[in-house]
């Protein structure tokens, strides 16, 4: 038997965290490389997990994806088989050539399955672990396969699915698919008071203090993904309400145009940012905040990472327009379930159905000691 190899390929911020997580846990011991891919800039983590004597990785690469992605979309059935049956032509394997016995992935994604089937035709067979990536490792599930381009049946018992073992998350209660027989597990969250975490975060990401303002506004990348809403006409509406002064509006990472700072609002740059590292050792200073977004989960963050429950609105039932996963079934029972967790003993979390609603809710907050805390 193989003694075991990790690889993790990491092709975004939290999938990074949780692999952290899950190697300083001990949940992925032995020795283990980790591959970025050019998905972002993951510049600061590789030059940090290069340089520094941390021991969580022996090898660091990374490699480019990105014009594979875009290609591999563009072409015909024909020409898709044809890189399932080569993929290392596309992918090349990294020159170390280790034995890999788990790969580590986000849950769906292109280049990693290309880069599995790699290593299934130099003769690996790798247990496939996913780990939390964001809101969407909840409520995603394997049927993806029937739509990426991939031939998987080609590679039989090697085949992609049928070596899927388990996903990896903070709040396994959460999950929705029941259609794919993926073992649920839990990320083992008490990684985060460990030094070498801590000391990765702060050389990795730009710390954001935690803003003086009451309410926080998160942004999505609708506009960046092609979509159109209203989020800045009900922005607007709150801060008609609350003071644009009590208000700031944390950018999405991939926002390229700042939309708010023009009309007077206060705003966060999350470039280089991460908000997962911003709460760290900070949670008990958001007690008294009221964190706001169309249906970002960044809302739920404090309480999905680190089981702390703060006040909350979601703006999902009476924003016009559409945007990524709107009507996706089992997105819309794991925003309802995280509504239900969050007010499992106080109302915390308040999705307003009218306009009416939102307005009485936060002249509510306004004169309940400008906002009141979160107990």
């Known amino acids: 038997m193989a003694k075991p190899r990790h690889l993790v390929i990491c092709e975004n911020n939290l999938a990074l965290v949780s692999s952290l997580l899950l190697r300083i846990g001990g949940k992925m011991s032995g020795p283990a490389d980790i ?38 979309i563009r072409k015909s059935r024909q020409e898709r088989r044809r890189i399932t049956l080569n993929p290392e032509a596309f992918m090349p394997i990294p020159f170390n050539r280790e034995r890999y016995t788990d790969l580590w992935l986000n849950l769906d994604s292109l280049c990693p399955k290309y880069y599995y089937y790699c290593l299934v035709n130099r003769g690996d067979r790798p247990a496939v672990h996913f780990v939390e990536e964001g809101n969407s490792s909840y409520f995603m599930d394997l049927s993806t396969l029937k739509t ?40 083992p969250k008490t990684a985060f008071d460990d030094s070498r975490l801590s000391a990765f975060m702060s050389a990795v990401f730009k710390k954001n203090d935690i803003p003086k303002q009451r309410y926080i506004f998160f942004e999505q990348c609708n506009i960046e993904d092609g979509y159109i809403t209203n989020d800045l006409e009900l922005v607007n509406e709150i801060a008609s309400i609350v003071g644009r002064e009590n208000m700031v509006i944390r950018l999405h990472p991939r926002t390229k145009e700042d939309r708010f700072k023009p009309l007077g609002y206060t705003t966060i740059c999350n470039e280089n940012s991460l908000w997962e590292a911003d709460l760290m050792g900070a949670v008990d200073q958001i007690a008294d905040k009221v964190l706001i977004s169309i249906e970002s989960t960044a809302v739920f963050t404090p309480l999905i990472m680190f089981d702390s429950p703060v006040r909350s609105v979601v703006l999902d039932k009476i924003v016009w327009g559409s945007y990524k996963n709107r009507y996706n079934k089992e997105k819309c029972a794991y925003i309802d379930a995280l509504e239900q967790l969050s007010n499992k003993t106080t109302l915390r979390c308040f999705r307003p159905s009218t306009l009416d609603e939102l307005r009485i809710y936060f002249d509510f907050l306004v004169r309940m000691n400008d906002g009141g805390s979160c107990k």
């Open 35 to 72: 591959m970025f891919t050019d998905a972002l800039d993951f510049s600061p983590a590789i030059n940090y997990l290069t340089n520094q004597d941390c021991g969580l990785f022996d090898n660091v690469w990374r490699v480019e994806t990105r014009s594979l992605v875009t290609s591999t």
């Open 148 to 187: 990426d381009c991939i031939d998987h049946d080609h590679f039989k018992e090697g085949c992609f699915k049928d070596n899927c073992k388990d996903i990896w998350l903070s709040q396994t209660k959460l999950y929705q698919p029941d259609t794919v027989a993926l073992e649920v597990r839990q990320l």
